[in-house]
């Protein structure tokens, strides 16, 4: 297969003397606190909650105090499954330029506890959640058991083309179902066609994800012993795989406006843009993509993001009853 042309190798890491002996901030590195900002993922199933309530949804102190404490539970569940790819990841992670020198691969983390920690948060995490509802404890159980799919052999689903992808972004609706039950009473479930649409979505931005590694690291064989799925992948599967995956979004995306709130058609195009920038940020030598933590640095994402954030948080409690007129079905509706 040829390789993109516009894209080098990256240049070795430089060589550094790392104790190989575990200390307190490798043990705190490997929980990615910084990461806990994807727990903003969270916020668009409280959002559509609260527009659905309508009149009915109250900004209160007791919402603001369920909203704090479900972010630190998901960000403590999250921190458990950092931990556990973190370890399983070791391998591989020797065999890449920049991620051999994470603290596991450097011997700045011992393993036994290590582990006790992927315990440890599971259980904080759980705890807090449980301080919610119990369908929000639930959820987080099932985005630590994610986890484990994802990570542990025999299954370790991030090792089979496809497989990985799915697996990794079902985290988004799982994510969207939290912020739900932070509002809504047990007994309520958010809509189907929204949780495939976040899904499909979270599909979007992981493929991108490899797509954006297999070019950085132009070579298939390196790439596999990295990442085994890239044993498969080539740049066109992966277009192939992103353009399906961004197509079935708006589909359900589609769907959910068309049942729930007509309004949100207004934000198509911006939720377009969001998605083109991002594509585009794949094709950047060592892309911001790869590592999402530093999107914030990216300015035209932002001001798109932002946007568009604005926007579908507006239609969602903003009437504009001159675009249901404007939309109204024209052709004969059979009504048998």
């Not at 609260?50 to 999250?78: E, K, P, S, Y």
């Not at 691969?105 to 011992?110: D, K, L, M, N, Y």
């Not at 890239?230 to 992103?242: H, Q």
């Not at 589909?251 to 991002?278: D, H, K, N, S």
Request: aromatic share 12%; net charge positive; charged share 15%.
């Amino acid at each position: 297969m040829q390789q993109s042309t516009s894209l080098s190798p990256p240049s070795p890491a430089p060589s550094v003397s790392l104790p190989a002996v575990p200390t307190l901030r490798g043990h705190l590195q490997i929980a990615r606190f910084d990461h806990w900002v994807k727990n903003v993922f969270i916020l668009p199933g409280l959002l559509v909650a609260q527009g659905m309530a309508g009149r009915h949804a109250h900004w209160n102190g007791r919402l603001f105090w369920r909203l704090g404490v479900g972010l630190v539970a998901t960000g403590l569940i999250a921190s458990s499954n950092y931990i556990l790819n973190e370890i399983m990841d070791c391998p591989f992670d020797r065999e890449h330029l920049v991620k051999r020198l994470r603290p596991v691969p450097a011997g700045q983390v011992s393993l036994p506890i290590a582990y006790a920690q992927w315990i440890l948060f599971m259980l904080a995490g759980l705890a807090l959640a449980l301080r919610i509802n119990v369908p929000f404890a639930i959820v987080l159980a099932a985005l630590w058991g994610m986890g484990i799919i994802y990570n542990v052999p025999p299954i370790r689903s991030k090792d089979v083309p496809y497989v990985d992808v799915l697996s990794e972004a079902i985290n988004n609706p799982l994510r969207m179902l939290a912020g739900w039950y932070i509002v809504n009473p047990p007994h309520e479930v958010a809509p189907a066609s929204l949780l495939m649409s976040y899904w499909m979505v979270g599909c979007y931005f992981m493929a991108v994800k490899r797509f954006a590694e297999y070019r950085q690291i132009a070579d298939p064989v390196r790439a596999a012993r990295y990442r085994r799925s890239f044993a498969y992948y080539s740049e066109p599967r992966l277009l192939v795989a992103i353009m399906f995956y961004a197509s079935a979004a708006m589909l359900f995306f589609g769907a959910f406006i068309m049942r729930y709130r007509l309004e949100m058609v207004i934000a198509f195009p911006l939720v377009a843009l969001v998605m083109a920038v991002y594509l585009r940020l794949a094709f950047k030598p060592n892309s911001a993509v790869q590592a999402p933590e530093n999107l914030y640095k990216e300015p035209m994402l932002m001001i798109s993001v932002v946007a568009c954030a604005i926007l579908m948080a507006a239609m969602l409690v903003v009437d504009v009853p001159a675009l249901h007129k404007l939309l109204v079905p024209t052709a004969p509706i059979s009504t048998e």
